[in-house]
C-alpha cells in the first residue's frame, strides 16, 4: 500500500510539475507555428487538422495503427532516456535496432521451437546482441576515452553494412528478394482475431505490452535500485562518485550495455510484431533517430517517453490523413517536423521565461533540470 501511494504522489507529482505544463504550451505553440505553414501553402489549418485527429483516434483502425506506430519508438525513446540519465549521449540507437532486428530475424527463422519458448528466446536474443554492440562503445569509452557520440555513430554504419552482408547468404535470403527469409509462425506475437476488428492490414501485435513492461522496470531500476542510483550519480557527477567508491567505468559499460539492449528489444519487437523479416537497407529507418527526439519531448523520464512515443507516433500515422484536402507529403512533413521542434524546444521556452521572470522581477520559481 505504501508502494502504491509512494507511485501515486509521483504520478501526481509528474502531471502538475512546470515541465509537463511548459510541454503543453510547446505542444499549442507547434501546432499553431504548423498553422502558420499551412495556410500560407492554402490549405485550411482546421480542416487539415481535424484529418489529422480523425486519423490518430477517429476509428479503431487509426488507434490500432497509432499504437503500432508508436510501440519501436517507446522503446528506442527509453534507450536514450536511460543512458541520458546515466550521462551518456546513445546517438547509436539506429545500430542498435538493427543489430536487435538481424538477430531476432536469424534467431526466429533457423531455430525450431514451440510458441512459448521461441517468442522470449527471440526476443532476448536480439536484446543481448543489441547490448553486448552498445557495450563495445562503452568499453571504448571507458578505456580509452573515446566518445560514445563518435563510437555510437561509426557503429550505425556498421550495422547497417553488416545487416546487408548477412542477407547475402543464400541459407538466409529469400530468393529473387532484397530480404531475409521471414521468421517462423512461432515466433511471431501478432495478434490475428484483433484484425478481424481493426482489419487486416494492420500489424496489430503484443508488442505494446511488451514496450510498457519493458518501461516499468527501465523506471524500477532506474529509481528504486542500488544499480540505478549508481549509475545515475555518474551521470550527475563522475568525479565526486569516483570519490564515493563508485566503479565509474563498469558503469558506463553497463549503461550502454543496457540502453542497447532497450535499442534491440524495439528491432527485435519490429519484426517480430511488424515486418517479420530484415531487408537490404540503402540507408536508416530513422526508428533510432526519432528516438532521441521522443525522449527529448518526454523529459528522459520512463513514464514522459511512453507519452510523447505514442503522441510522436500518432502524429506520424495521423499526418497522413492531410493528403485527403491534398497537402503534398513535402507540407506534412514540415508541419509534422515544426510540432515536434517547438515540443522538443521547451527547455528553451523554459531558460526564456526564467529569463523573463528574473528581470520583471516577479521572482524565480522556474528552473532548468
Known amino acids: 500500500m505504501t508502494k502504491f501511494n509512494d507511485f501515486k504522489a509521483r504520478m501526481i507529482d509528474y502531471i502538475l510539475n512546470e515541465n509537463l505544463k511548459l510541454t503543453l504550451f510547446s505542444i499549442i505553440l507547434g501546432l499553431l507555428s504548423g498553422a502558420v505553414i499551412l495556410a500560407i501553402a492554402g490549405f485550411n489549418p482546421i480542416e487539415a487538422y481535424r484529418l489529422m485527429i480523425v486519423g490518430m483516434l477517429g476509428s479503431p483502425r487509426g488507434i490500432a495503427w497509432t499504437i503500432v506506430q508508436s510501440t519501436p519508438l517507446i522503446l528506442t525513446g527509453l534507450s536514450v532516456a536511460f543512458a541520458f540519465r546515466t550521462g551518456l549521449f546513445n546517438i547509436g540507437v539506429e545500430g542498435q535496432f538493427i543489430i536487435g532486428a538481424l538477430a531476432t530475424t536469424l534467431a526466429g527463422y533457423f531455430l525450431r521451437l514451440p510458441a512459448i519458448i521461441h517468442i522470449p528466446v527471440a526476443l532476448l536474443i536480439g536484446m543481448i546482441a543489441a547490448g553486448l554492440w552498445a557495450s563495445f562503445a562503452?568499453?571504448?569509452?571507458?578505456?580509452?576515452?573515446?566518445?560514445?557520440?563518435i563510437a555510437t555513430i561509426m557503429l550505425n554504419w556498421i550495422a547497417l553494412y553488416l545487416n546487408n552482408y548477412a542477407l547475402e547468404f543464400n541459407a538466409f535470403r529469400r530468393p529473387s528478394s532484397e530480404s531475409s527469409h521471414r521468421i517462423q509462425e512461432t515466433a511471431s506475437i501478432a495478434i490475428t482475431w484483433l484484425r478481424d476488428i481493426v482489419g487486416p492490414a494492420v500489424k496489430v501485435n503484443w508488442g505494446i505490452v511488451i514496450a510498457l513492461v519493458i518501461a516499468i522496470i527501465v523506471h524500477y531500476i532506474l529509481f528504486n535500485t542500488t544499480l540505478g542510483f549508481q549509475l545515475r550519480a555518474v551521470g550527475y557527477n563522475r568525479d565526486a562518485s569516483e570519490y564515493g567508491g563508485i566503479n565509474v567505468n563498469r558503469n558506463i559499460i553497463v549503461s550502454m550495455g543496457i540502453a542497447g539492449m532497450l535499442s534491440g528489444a524495439a528491432g527485435a519487437v519490429h519484426v517480430m510484431g511488424v515486418s517479420r523479416q530484415v531487408s537490404v537497407l540503402a540507408a536508416m529507418e530513422g526508428f533510432g533517430f526519432n528516438g532521441i527526439a521522443v525522449s527529448l519531448i518526454g523529459n528522459n523520464s520512463p513514464i514522459g517517453v511512453v507519452f510523447s512515443a505514442i503522441l510522436f507516433g500518432g502524429?506520424?500515422?495521423?499526418?497522413?490523413?492531410?493528403?485527403?484536402?491534398?497537402?503534398?507529403?513535402?507540407?506534412?512533413?514540415?508541419?509534422?517536423?515544426?510540432?515536434i521542434f517547438y515540443i522538443a524546444s521547451y527547455k528553451l521556452l523554459q531558460i526564456i521565461l526564467r529569463k523573463a521572470s528574473r528581470k520583471s522581477g516577479k521572482g524565480g520559481n522556474l528552473h532548468v533540470k
Not at 497522413?320 to 514540415?334: D, F, L, S
Open 138 to 149: 562503452g568499453y571504448l569509452k571507458a578505456k580509452f576515452g573515446v566518445h560514445e557520440v
Open 315 to 339: 502524429i506520424n500515422y495521423g499526418g497522413r490523413n492531410m493528403q485527403n484536402i491534398g497537402v503534398p507529403t513535402e507540407i506534412i512533413n514540415i508541419v509534422i517536423g515544426s510540432i
